[in-house]
């Protein structure tokens, strides 16, 4: 996917989620709910987190320069890590609301129009969701990966909030409201530690998932003819590059030129699952070998 391609499909999500946001204030101003109103709120963090993952893929698409010799690709995880903040305040927003309204609990007004407009909101916040988890895994971009599991736990917190007011209108038995309000802010708090957690580790180097570390062990040794073995491979992600690294261990009899070809081939194998990706092979004699690692096929 390309860059510009990535920028619209972020630049998409802050259309939706103002959107979205219009509709859910909407739905809280007929009402009087707090718990449609700690609804809104959420929207308000997506319109914020849409900007933040818009500025990210922006400035991560940014050439490496004098600075910034590997990218500017781990500008997403600064976004991720911020989207996930701005949903914990207002996680805590939603229960000081939620504390004071259950002080002086009222029955919702207009429920069944509130409910209409906060259902479609919501609906168009899962159809847009479904997008941006499709597109973001193609492009393998936390920013949006973020913006879509923000919005995920968006739909579910409206599905219970719906049911909530309904409920409230039908029975009237108003400390539901604010119950609901304060449900709903534990889960958001959830989400947003779970974001943040996530983020922190892209931030931090963590490895490749295993399942794609086997694979990658898995070319090297297609690949590496006429090498001997493979050892020290480290992995890492920042932002949608791979970043890779070994020793190639090749018999000491052979020319610079034989063992460039191998590494080219390794490299275009590599770069073909993995791309973006950026690999560093250190070319060692065989009395280097460890006997551990990638053992060539």
């Not at 849409?50 to 500017?72: C, E, K, T």
């Not at 001997?228 to 020793?247: K, P, V």
Request: proline share 4%.
């Amino acid at each position: 996917m390309t860059e510009t391609r990535l920028e619209r499909i972020a630049a998409a999500s802050v259309a939706v989620a103002a959107l979205v946001l219009a509709g859910k204030t909407a739905a809280w101003w007929l009402t009087g709910s707090v718990a449609l109103m700690a609804d809104a709120l959420e929207s308000v963090v997506n319109v914020a987190a849409s900007i933040g993952a818009l500025l990210a893929v922006r400035y991560a698409a940014m050439p490496p320069d004098a600075n910034h010799p590997y990218g500017h690709a781990k500008a997403e995880y600064f976004s991720a890590v911020l989207t996930g903040a701005l949903i914990v305040v207002a996680a805590l927003i939603i229960l000081s609301e939620s504390w004071n309204a259950l002080a002086a609990p009222r029955a919702p007004e207009q429920a069944a129009l509130g409910l209409l407009v906060t259902g479609i909101a919501s609906a168009a916040n899962a159809a847009w969701a479904a997008v941006l988890f499709r597109r973001g895994r193609a492009a393998r971009s936390p920013a949006l990966l973020a913006d879509a599991r923000h919005l995920v736990a968006d739909v579910v917190t409206s599905a219970g909030v719906l049911l909530g007011v309904a409920l409230v209108a039908v029975t009237g038995i108003l400390w539901l409201d604010p119950l609901l309000a304060a449900l709903t802010a534990l889960n958001v708090l959830v989400s947003g530690w779970r974001l943040m957690r996530s983020s922190v580790g892209g931030l931090m180097d963590e490895a490749v998932p295993a399942e794609t570390l086997d694979r990658i062990r898995a070319i090297v040794s297609a690949e590496a003819r006429g090498a001997i073995e493979a050892h020290d491979l480290r992995s890492r992600h920042a932002g949608r590059t791979t970043f890779l690294e070994f020793h190639l261990v090749v018999p000491g009899g052979m020319t610079v030129e034989a063992a460039h070809a191998i590494c080219d081939r390794i490299e275009a194998a590599l770069k073909a699952e993995f791309a973006p990706a950026v690999i560093t092979i250190h070319v060692e004699p065989e009395g280097k070998a460890k006997h551990h690692g990638v053992l060539v096929l």
